[in-house]
């Protein structure tokens, strides 16, 4: 199985500023790694997928890079509804989560 | 519109089954996997398996292999998982999820609570 992991488990940043979340593979899932975004009491939300490509809707502050075992997201100007908890998941090989990232106010 | 409908919260005590069930609409059914996602209360995201929606053919984690089962009845577009020997660490919050042409998850339903307790 695939271990993901996500660091750090939590960050702290101020509205308006950048805020940069990393994810960690096990082994080389290639670009095969999507990002979700969960808001309390609400179902993930897919955000990014490919690696690097948005989803439909998704703002072009987010972004996301890497390949292999290293991943980031980066959302450029963090916005009062982009405080959530974040996760990644490789689908390389069948499916792994990361831990999450939970984004909160600074 | 993609859209998932997932049945209502479930209460069951210790050693029960239950059977949670995800109702697709907006698209050909048959043409895409569905992944079964479930988040016990405070914690992460936990991939239990996943089912193709044409064939039938499941692959489950193995933390759930022996007590899951998924399928799917193509007549009503829906898929169901079942899980049997419900503990007290299986409350959670079952999600149903759509695959999209690469594999990631693109639609998810909202959920349905499972609480185990006696």
């Known amino acids: 199985e695939i271990v993901m992991t996500q660091s750090p488990a939590t960050l702290s940043v101020s509205p308006g500023e950048r805020a940069t979340l990393s994810c960690r593979a096990s082994?080389?899932?290639?670009?095969?790694l999507a990002w979700y975004q969960q808001r309390p009491g609400q179902a993930p939300r897919l955000l990014i997928y490919d690696a690097s490509t948005r989803a439909t809707g998704i703002p072009a502050r987010f972004s996301g890079s890497g390949s292999g075992t290293e991943f980031t997201l980066t959302i450029s100007s963090l916005q009062s509804e982009d405080f959530a908890v974040y996760y990644c998941q490789q689908y390389s090989s069948w499916y792994t989560f990361g831990q999450g990232t939970k984004l909160e106010i600074k | 519109q993609v859209q998932l409908e997932h049945s209502g919260a479930e209460v069951k005590k210790p050693g029960a089954s239950v059977k949670v069930s995800c109702k697709a609409s907006g698209y050909t059914f048959t043409n895409y996997g569905i992944s079964w996602v479930r988040q016990a209360p405070g914690q992460g995201l936990e991939w239990m398996g996943w089912i193709n929606a044409y064939n039938g053919n499941t692959k489950y984690a193995q933390k759930f292999q022996g007590r899951v089962t998924m399928t799917t009845d193509t007549s009503t577009s829906t898929a169901y998982v079942e899980l049997r020997s419900l503990r007290s660490d299986d409350t959670a919050v079952y999600f149903c999820?759509?695959?999209?042409?690469?594999?990631?998850?693109?639609?998810w339903g909202q959920g349905t609570l499972v609480t185990v307790s006696s």
């Open positions: 082994q080389s899932v290639s670009s095969n």
């Open positions: 999820a759509r695959e999209s042409f690469s594999g990631q998850l693109g639609y």
